[in-house]
């Protein structure tokens, strides 16, 4: 089996990535992680991809006056990866049509909600405040509509009447922990590879 090659995307601590590196530590995971990349130089992630010795690279954002400027360069460097499949992890940055066509199909995202419930940000605070008694977190293709791209895979996990946006965000987490790494390995075994 040819695995297939992935870049991952953050723009934090990367705690998702991480989860897709550890995975792919297995041989007979279908995808293994190739590059990440950020656009925030300070992203404690970067660190723990260099640990893996996983080549990073940084696009910081700030240095281009327009998004379709960013995308256009984070679009060159990932076609330089060769890469069948991109993740975004963390990374808080909507995407151009540039960047939507050249990786139609081929850019997944992870999102604390269940889809398409709380969609953007706050979601657990959302939750919260719904009253809703059912969370969890959502790995979606990456469309033009804000995480409203077809879902791939749900974790459920039930919201404690203690619950505050603090303690059900780590408890989704845990869960997005083990979503993501079987999510990509779905999508990696469906898509051809590129080269």
Same mark, same amino acid.
């Given at each position: 089996m040819k695995r297939k090659r992935v870049g991952v995307l953050i723009s934090g601590r990367g705690s998702n990535m991480a989860a897709l590196v550890e995975a792919a530590r297995d041989p007979a995971y279908p995808a293994e992680i190739v590059c990440v990349d950020s656009n925030k130089p300070d992203a404690a992630g970067l660190k723990f991809a260099q640990g893996r010795n996983i080549s990073t690279h940084v696009i910081d954002h700030k240095n281009y006056k327009t998004r379709e400027a960013f995308d256009a360069a984070l679009n060159d460097? /990932?076609? !330089? #990866? $060769?890469? %069948?499949?991109? +993740?975004? @992890? *963390?990374?808080?940055?909507?995407?151009? !049509?540039? /960047? /939507?066509? !050249?990786? @139609? *199909? $081929?850019?997944i995202n992870i999102h604390p909600s269940l889809l398409p419930l709380y969609k953007g940000t706050h979601t657990h605070e959302r939750a919260l405040a719904d009253g809703a008694r059912i969370h969890g977190c959502s790995v979606h293709f990456v469309t033009a509509?804000?995480? *409203? *791209?077809?879902?791939? +895979? #749900? @974790?459920?996990? &039930?919201? /404690? &009447? %203690? %619950?505050? &946006?603090?303690?059900?965000s780590a408890r989704v987490l845990v869960?997005?922990? $083990?979503?993501? &790494? $079987? +999510?990509? +390995?779905?999508?990696a075994r469906q898509t051809p590879s590129t080269l």
């Open positions: 460097y /990932l076609q !330089s #990866q $060769k890469l %069948d499949l991109i +993740a975004c @992890a *963390g990374f808080m940055r909507v995407v151009t !049509s540039l /960047l /939507l066509e !050249s990786w @139609a *199909g $081929k850019m509509e804000l995480d *409203g *791209g077809p879902v791939i +895979a #749900q @974790a459920e996990i &039930p919201v /404690l &009447p %203690d %619950d505050t &946006p603090e303690t059900l869960e997005e922990h $083990k979503l993501y &790494p $079987k +999510a990509l +390995a779905m999508v």
